[in-house]
Every structure is written in C-alpha cells, then in structure tokens.
C-alpha cells in the first residue's frame, strides 16, 4: 500500500457525499463473474475527482475553510480521500482533513488544496483546488454593554464596547439607540442623555464596528429599564437651639414627583419629625451635653431612599455633615 493511503481520510460531506452515493447503489466485487460467466475478473479502474472547491469564499481569517469533492468510481467502490492544504505555494504538513482554520494566516495569503481519492485498492490521480486569497477580515465586538446598569432617569449612558480587528486595522463604532423601541439617536455618539424619560422606559444600543474597509456584524445590547431616581433633600441642616428646644425643616424635592414621606433613622431620644412636614422638633433635657448625632431619611412610594446625617451641639449652631443614598 502506498504511502499516502496511511493518511486517507473517510469523507461524507457536501458534494463528496452526494457524488460517492450516486455511485455506489450496489456494490460490486472485483472478482464477479463477467456477462458471458467465464469468472474472468474485471480490471479496477481508479477513482477520478471531477473538481475541488473551497468554502465559503471570500476567505477571511475566521471561521473554517472546508474542501468540497466531486468525484466518482466506475467500479462503485467507496471512496476516502488525502488532503494536503497548501499556503503561498508551501504544504501545512499538519493539516490532513477537509477543513482548514486560517486564523494564523495573513491578510494576502494564497491558499489551496490538493486532494488524492483512494478505492482501497489503488490511488487516484491528485487534483489541486484553485488558489485563493485570504481578504481583509472584518472587524469583531466580543462584548457589549450599557453603564451605569442601574440608571435613573437623567443619567448620561454610555455604550460601552468591546471589540477588535484581527487585521490590526482601527476599528470605528457606529450607534444607534432605542428608547421603548423607537430609534431615538443613530452614529458616532456612544452616549445618550435620558434626561425627560420616565421610569420603566426601556432603552438599548446596537453597535456596528467598521474597518478601513468593510464593517462587522451589528451588536445588540440587552435592554436597560430605567429604576427610580430617589428623592433628594434640598435643605442643609442649619436647625437653630434655643432656650432647651431645637428646630429644623427638613425639605426634598422627587425627580419623578412621586409622594415621599420623612422618617428620623436615629436620634436622640425624644427627637420628632412630622413624616409629611419635615419638621424636627426636640426639647433638649436640661442635663443634656455633648454632642448628638441625627440621621434623617427621606423615601419615596417606589422604595427610593436618601439620608442626611448632621450633629447637634450644645450652644452652637448645626451643620449637615453629609447627604447619601
């Protein structure tokens, strides 16, 4: 047996398939007697390969480049095949199948590839594909994503992207953002301003990358719903200690309008605050001293929540320290 049947490969795909089956229907035994029943064995006749062809073309340097197979044996043998893959005129000695991955290859490169069909009892004549050049392969996005992910209404989004060309070519993005599904904004900007949108509204990016030369697959994002901006407070802690009482109105504004209520989280005992008005009212033990912390929190009817924190001193006045959610 010859040295490239060692390596011969079964192939039942595409054309080679369809052409081996054709042909096959029943098997016949090279030692059957011939029409006249003398028991003179016919002669095996070797495969032929009608042709060669790579797919898909153009060739770009991902995915997977696969040889299909015309061919046919007049004895109706079944049919393997050798391949050897050919690079700028070089053989890839370890590539032996009917596909081939070019992700190592250059943008120019010429590739082919030359196919030997075996019987089982003799090899074909080698027949080699047309050579083909690998094009430019476009750019790709990997990841695709819109931050802040909790955003409120009035945030600036931003697309952020996750991509690259395998060419080493600049890769450009275009945009084009929905808002509840209607396009609301399309090209270079990678940003949108929800500023005037509601809670609930929903919002998504699709991103295409573009080379110096062809663009990429378009990208979509997952939807964002826009969550419930908190209330905010707009008073700074500037409450006034007389005579044993201390008294401060706390004020807030909701972004959406929603009602909102005012709770004390901590204080001194004895401390109040009417939950509608804002108002703090204390009437400071007379062998009070030192100094008292405050934490007042403000929520609106969709679980949205700020606080404020100041102090209280005996004798001076009283500041904010600071406002959080």
Not at 141 to 168: N, W, Y
Not at 175 to 192: C, D, F, I, K
Not at 235 to 257: H, K, N, W
Request: one cysteine or more.
């Amino acid at each position: 047996m010859s040295k490239d049947l060692t390596q011969a490969i079964p192939v039942s795909i595409g054309i080679v398939s369809l052409a081996v089956l054709g042909l096959m229907g029943c098997s016949l035994d090279s030692s059957q007697t011939d029409a006249t029943g003398s028991g003179t064995a016919e002669p095996n006749r070797s495969p032929v390969i009608r042709s060669v062809n790579l797919a898909p073309i153009p060739l770009v340097r991902e995915g997977v480049v696969t040889a299909t197979v015309d061919a046919e044996d007049l004895d109706r043998d079944a049919l393997t095949f050798t391949f050897k893959w050919i690079v700028n005129d070089e053989p890839r000695p370890a590539e032996v199948s009917s596909t081939f991955h070019p992700e190592s290859l250059n943008r120019g490169d010429r590739v082919a590839v030359e196919v030997i069909p075996h019987d089982g009892k003799v090899s074909g004549s080698p027949v080699q594909s047309k050579s083909f050049v690998v094009g430019n392969t476009p750019p790709a996005i990997r990841a695709l994503t819109i931050q802040p992910s909790g955003a409120k209404v009035g945030d600036r989004l931003v697309a952020t992207v996750d991509g690259g060309d395998i060419d080493g070519d600049d890769v450009r993005y275009t945009y084009r953002w929905s808002h509840n599904n209607q396009l609301v904004a399309e090209g270079e900007q990678g940003t949108l301003d929800t500023t005037g949108f509601s809670r609930g509204d929903t919002i998504a990016v699709s991103v295409t990358p573009h080379d110096r030369g062809s663009h990429g697959k378009e990208q979509s994002s997952e939807l964002l719903t826009l969550a419930n901006s908190p209330p905010r407070f707009t008073s700074s802690a500037q409450g006034v200690l007389a005579q044993g009482q201390f008294g401060y109105v706390v004020s807030a504004v909701d972004p959406e309008r929603d009602p909102y209520t005012f709770a004390l989280e901590s204080a001194p005992p004895g401390m109040t605050i009417d939950e509608k008005s804002g108002r703090i009212q204390w009437s400071v033990p007379a062998d009070s001293a030192g100094v008292y912390k405050v934490k007042v929190l403000v929520k609106d009817d969709h679980q949205g929540s700020t606080s404020q924190e100041f102090d209280v001193t005996f004798g001076n006045s009283v500041t904010a320290k600071r406002e959080g959610p």
